[in-house]
């Protein structure tokens, strides 16, 4: 391709060659395996001496264009595509982590990654310790000499916290530390944590990236040598996505600048609202003043993202009397839709915390989260009104 730097350029025209058929759309490469034209060849391949596919587990065409087009938005050196935004999370730390390791993350992530450093992760000697992503003193204190990885979602999921990417860069930098950052709120279109001193970025491609709730997939990008060591650990592990998600999600990228435009702006105007909604007690969305991190939302991001928090007048009751009144918005776990999603993550995303953990990361039970979609604005706040009204 032309390699111009205007990330709706790479977003459309990063492709793998064309084949002798002279195809414009990247076909699907649906093979598990790849033949070889002598025995010099596949036992080259093997060796790695030479570039060549062998087993869809390890690579394909397909996640090697998806690969390549994220690398290209987020300024990464290589990268691996997974089935999942999860395999991404644990395979990430499972690759790069020792027995008797340390990490540190913020207190306010995803239910599933909470499980996977409080449960799994211990069974090898491996500890978290989290940190307010608020406060910047307490991640000082939390560094220990087995310390290896810091870990951080901005925005966060679900309470929209953020941390300065920029004061965390130099944070990890100054202690030798790696810096993984969850970029799945705000999509490389919005904010490039490697820009601010990320060693690693991962996605939960099934959100933002997909855009339309159709498919699995994660990704994680960064550092050539980091990667290197996550490609060893996942081509025999397993956790590798399919060829034909790879395909999906390289298509759904050509559009993500546009979509994330509308969800933004959709965003903003649903949030100011939901600010003057005499049903709701709070707004939280990083582009919106009363943000308490508005100046970083500002500094780091281009847009506000698709997801909005706010908390309903009357607690728990209340919120699950607005959710039963929702007639448009969808009612399920997902986020990064084309369609706007309601969720109350008490009592599904995080509810395998205890109430004690949900609340020290202002996930509170009046908590609404909304993946803002790509409906008329006009239409979303309608629904929401109403229910709100009624409840």
């Known amino acids: 391709m032309d390699k111009s730097s205007n990330f709706e350029t790479k977003a459309v025209r990063t492709q793998i060659e064309t084949t002798h058929a002279q195809e414009h759309a990247t076909p699907l490469y649906m093979t598990s395996s790849f033949t070889y034209e002598n025995a010099e060849e596949m ?3 093997f060796a790695g001496e030479i570039d060549k596919n062998i087993y869809s587990r390890f690579s394909n065409p397909n996640t090697q264009e998806l690969v390549d087009k994220i690398c290209a938005m987020e300024k990464a050196e290589a990268g691996y595509a997974f089935a999942s935004g999860m395999a991404a999370v644990f395979s990430t730390f499972a690759a790069l982590l020792s027995s008797g390791d340390h990490i540190i993350s913020c207190r306010s992530i995803f239910g599933s990654t909470h499980t996977v450093f409080n449960k799994i992760l211990p069974k090898w000697n491996i500890e978290t310790t989290y940190v307010d992503i608020k406060n910047t003193d307490s ?17 966060t999921n679900p309470a929209i916290d953020l941390v300065d990417l920029e004061w965390l860069g130099n944070f990890t930098k100054s202690h030798n530390l790696i810096l993984v950052v969850d970029n799945c709120f705000a999509t490389p279109y919005l904010q490039t944590p490697i820009s601010y001193g990320a060693d690693l970025v991962i996605h939960s491609a099934t959100k933002f990236i997909d855009g339309q709730g159709r498919v699995l997939g994660g990704i994680t990008v960064g550092k050539k040598e980091l990667i290197d060591e996550i490609y060893a650990f996942s081509r025999s592990t397993g956790p590798a996505m399919s060829p034909f998600n790879a395909w999906v999600l390289s298509k759904s990228l050509e559009t993500l600048a546009v979509r994330m435009d509308r969800h ?20 939280k969305y990083p582009f919106l003043p009363s943000h308490p991190q508005y100046d970083t939302a500002k500094k780091q991001m281009s847009g506000g993202g698709g997801v909005v928090s706010f908390g309903i007048k009357g607690g728990l009751a209340a919120g699950i009397e607005f959710l039963n009144q929702l007639k448009m918005c969808s009612l399920t776990a997902n986020l990064g839709d084309s ?3 309601v969720t109350h993550p008490s009592s599904t995303t995080h509810a395998k915390l205890s109430e004690e953990e949900r ?23 309608a629904d929401l009104d109403q229910a709100l009204t009624k409840s």
Do not use: M, Q
């Open 359 to 381: 609340l020290a990361v202002d996930i509170s039970p009046e908590l609404i989260r909304i993946s803002v979609g790509l409906e008329h604005i006009d239409d979303i706040i």
């Open 43 to 45: 036992r080259a391949a």
């Open 339 to 341: 369609r706007t999603i």
């Open 264 to 283: 933004c702006s959709n965003a903003l105007a649903l949030s100011k609202f939901l600010s003057d909604h005499s049903a709701v007690g709070w707004v």
């Open 139 to 155: 991640w000082s204190n939390a560094v220990k000499p087995e310390t290896k990885i810091v870990y951080v979602e901005t925005p």
